[in-house]
Nanobody
């Protein structure tokens, strides 16, 4: 069992930056992968960025060059640095931890980008 909790969302103007944090209840090197997903109103949840225990990273094309996922093993935390934010980035952002065949989701944090 893993609990994950997101923080760092908020309201920002277009072109601004936010950093999201996802704190896990266990050592993240024991977690297969952790990822950030987002869900805008009326849309399906989609992958934003993901990092594996081996350090492999992948991003959705829409955020490449603007968002950076990173991790701090000592703090059991994964971050999502979001720069050059656009109104279309507005969504609830969720953190997910993959442990073997199980998935653990956080409650989400709202990110709103005003134009």
């Amino acid at each position: 069992q893993v609990q994950v909790a997101e923080s760092g969302g908020g309201l920002v103007q277009a072109g601004g930056s936010l950093r999201l944090s996802c704190a896990a209840s266990r050592m993240i090197f024991s977690i297969s992968a952790m990822g950030w997903y987002r869900q805008a109103p009326g849309k399906q949840r989609e992958l934003v960025a993901r990092i594996t225990s081996g350090g492999r990273i992948n991003y959705d094309d829409s955020v490449k060059g603007r968002f950076t996922i990173s991790r701090d093993n000592a703090k059991n935390t994964v971050y999502l640095q979001m720069n050059s934010l656009k109104p279309e980035d507005t969504a609830v952002y969720y953190c997910k931890a993959d442990v073997l065949t199980s998935q653990y989701w956080g409650q989400g944090t709202q990110v709103t980008v005003s134009s």
